[in-house]
Structure formats: structure tokens, C-alpha cells
């Protein structure tokens, strides 16, 4: 069985940090991301990572944000930093298996209050 569990989220100061994990299991995931949304908004890419470790940012994360992720253990993670109110929404992990299908977890609620 596939799963994506996230956890990490929080109620956060502006200007704070929160990191985000997520743990896979149950496929061998090849792009890994994490993507947020906010009511009334369609879910919006954050940050992916390949197995090599490439990564790609949406521009407004760029500088603030850094997607990790290990191997090994099959953990993905989101440094956050110099976290804005307009940060808040629900953070997804998603992982892209070998046959390009998605996989999504629950998701985590990061709030940051101004």
C-alpha cells in the first residue's frame, strides 16, 4: 500500500521557520515535491526534488525554502524560513512513482500569523 504521511506543520510567527517531513512508503518514488493550497485556490507547486537531487522552486519560495530529501530512508523535507502570513495553507507531499502516477499525503496545516 502507498503512503505519503506528512507531519511538521504548525502555528508559526511571521519571520519563523517549520520544517516539513514526510515519510513514503510503499513505492519507489522517482520526483518527489511538496505543493500547498488555500481554500478557494487550486493546490500550487512548492518545490520538487529528483533522486539526484535536483530541484526546481515556484519563485516565491525561492531563498526561503529548501526541499530535501533522503533516500535511504524514503523522507522528504521542506526547510522553511523567514515564513510569510501568505505561507499559510495546507502543504502536500506528492511522489511521482515509474510509471508517472501521483501519490499524495493527507497534508499538514502551516499557519503564520502576522
Known amino acids: 500500500q502507498v503512503q505519503l504521511v506528512e507531519s511538521g506543520g504548525g502555528l508559526v510567527q511571521a519571520g519563523g521557520s517549520l520544517t516539513l517531513s514526510c515519510a513514503a512508503s510503499?513505492?519507489?518514488?522517482?520526483?518527489m515535491g511538496w505543493y500547498r493550497q488555500t481554500p478557494g485556490k487550486q493546490r500550487e507547486l512548492v518545490a520538487t526534488?529528483?533522486?539526484?537531487?535536483?530541484?526546481n522552486y515556484a519563485d516565491f519560495v525561492k531563498g526561503r525554502f529548501a526541499i530535501s530529501r533522503d533516500n535511504a530512508k524514503n523522507m522528504l523535507y521542506l526547510q522553511m524560513n523567514s515564513l510569510k502570513p501568505d505561507d499559510t495553507a495546507v502543504y502536500y507531499c506528492?511522489?511521482?512513482?515509474?510509471?508517472?502516477?501521483?501519490?499524495w499525503g493527507q497534508g499538514t496545516q502551516v499557519t503564520v500569523s502576522s
Open positions: 506528492m511522489g511521482k512513482d515509474g510509471r508517472g502516477s501521483d501519490y
Open positions: 510503499g513505492s519507489l518514488f522517482i520526483i
Open positions: 526534488i529528483t533522486p539526484g537531487g535536483s530541484t
